[in-house]
């Protein structure tokens, strides 16, 4: 009997979001086929230069384009920014530094500062809850 890993298929839509890259960027052979894992994990351990190209030059899904600006996918959205952008045009932002962008990364700080300091309270009430057994 085979892995059920080995015949587990995916859409090139999934493939492509699992890999990073823009899906109609692709060439047609990947976004007309069905990607195995196995077939998923050989790209991403070896990749073929046309996924080399893309995920340097773009074009980039918002997910890697807000990651790489450092604001959130909503962030973009209420930018305006709802196209992929290039690794270029990603830089140019970067350079150029525009309210929206710098609003954007103050909000995102604000965010992760505010996850930070709940998971610390979630862990600090987890230790006291695991030191009060522990005596009980």
Not at 102 to 116: G, I, L, Y
Request: proline share 7%; net charge positive; aromatic share 2%.
């Amino acid at each position: 009997m085979k892995s059920q890993q080995s015949t587990q298929t995916m859409k090139p839509a999934t493939a492509a979001k699992k890999l990073g890259v823009y899906l109609p960027a692709t060439p047609a052979s990947f976004q007309e086929g069905v990607v195995t894992r196995a077939e998923l994990n050989e790209l991403q351990a070896n990749p073929p230069e046309w996924l080399r190209e893309l995920r340097t030059n773009g074009p980039h899904p918002r997910p890697v384009v807000a990651a790489r600006l450092g604001v959130s996918i909503a962030g973009l959205a209420r930018a305006g920014v709802t196209e992929p952008l290039t690794t270029e045009q990603i830089e140019a932002l970067r350079q150029e530094r525009p309210d929206w962008l710098e609003k954007e990364r103050a909000t995102q700080a604000e965010v992760r500062k505010e996850a930070a300091r709940l998971k610390d309270l979630k862990q600090a009430k987890a230790e006291k809850r695991e030191g009060g057994a522990e005596r009980g």
